[in-house]
T-cell receptor, first 114, second 113 residues
Framework: DAGITQSPRHKVTETGTPVTLRCHQTENHRYMYWYRQDPGHGLRLIHYSYGVKDTDKGEVSDGYSVSRSKTEDFLLTLESATSSQTSVYFC?????????????FGPGTRLTVL | QQQVKQSPQSLIVQKGGISIINCAYENTAFDYFPWYQQFPGKGPALLIAIRPDVSEKKEGRFTISFNKSAKQFSLHIMDSQPGDSATYFC????????????FGQGTRLTINP
């Protein structure tokens, strides 16, 4: 699992509440990614980071923000959760960027917004 | 805009048969094409990957066939086993910068014993 943990693993929240998901890695890899997985859409990139305090938007970034104050932690925040953000969220790291692009994924967080 | 299109959405194959999943891409700048395997409740894991300078790559029972002119690539699983039952995703990326992966929609594969 390349030392990736995600927390929480499951969360149920109400529309309009803020939610923060955490991704933690133990191996100081530079590149980290947040994806969401929905039936019929595969995995879609939300945001990614290429270093401490260096982040950028992905394909479906609206309604999400991220922060990376330490190499090992990448936080995904839903400022005001909506039902359309009900999904399974995966964090990933790139272990050998520019050699190959194998990304290792965490176990996922299942988020339900009521 | 779906840059990588995957088919079929679901597939049922008998044990010992050949499973074939297809993907087509639009961006000719893509230069890395992986396949990921995902079991229920788990994150995706890299199965096999190919770069466009070769037309085929084989690892055990898994083979990627790549057709650059048609902008298509496929995964072949030979002698399919019940343990291969999973969801498979193709993806593509450009090997520079953040190397963002663009995924296909996924194929749910079931191998009947």
């Amino acid at each position: 699992d390349a030392g990736i943990t995600q927390s929480p693993r499951h969360k149920v929240t109400e529309t309009g509440t803020p939610v923060t998901l955490r991704c933690h890695q133990t191996e100081n890899h530079r590149y980290m990614y947040w994806y969401r997985q929905d039936p019929g859409h595969g995995l879609r990139l939300i945001h990614y980071s290429y270093g401490v305090k260096d982040t950028d938007k992905g394909e479906v970034s609206d309604g999400y923000s991220v922060s990376r104050s330490k190499t090992e932690d990448f936080l995904l925040t839903l400022e005001s959760a909506t039902s359309s953000q009900t999904s399974v969220y995966f964090c990933a790291i790139s272990v050998r960027p520019h050699f190959d692009n194998e990304q290792f994924f965490g176990p996922g967080t299942r988020l339900t917004v009521l | 805009q779906q840059q990588v299109k995957q088919s079929p959405q679901s597939l049922i194959v008998q044990k010992g048969g050949i499973s074939i999943i297809n993907c087509a891409y639009e961006n000719t700048a893509f230069d890395y094409f992986p396949w990921y395997q995902q079991f229920p409740g788990k994150g995706p894991a890299l199965l096999i990957a190919i770069r466009p300078d070769v037309s085929e790559k084989k690892e055990g029972r898994f083979t990627i066939s790549f057709n650059k002119s048609a902008k298509q690539f496929s995964l072949h699983i030979m002698d399919s086993q019940p343990g291969d039952s999973a969801t498979y995703f193709c993806a593509a990326s450009i090997n520079q910068g953040a190397q963002k992966l663009v995924f296909g929609q996924g194929t749910r594969l079931t191998i009947n014993p």
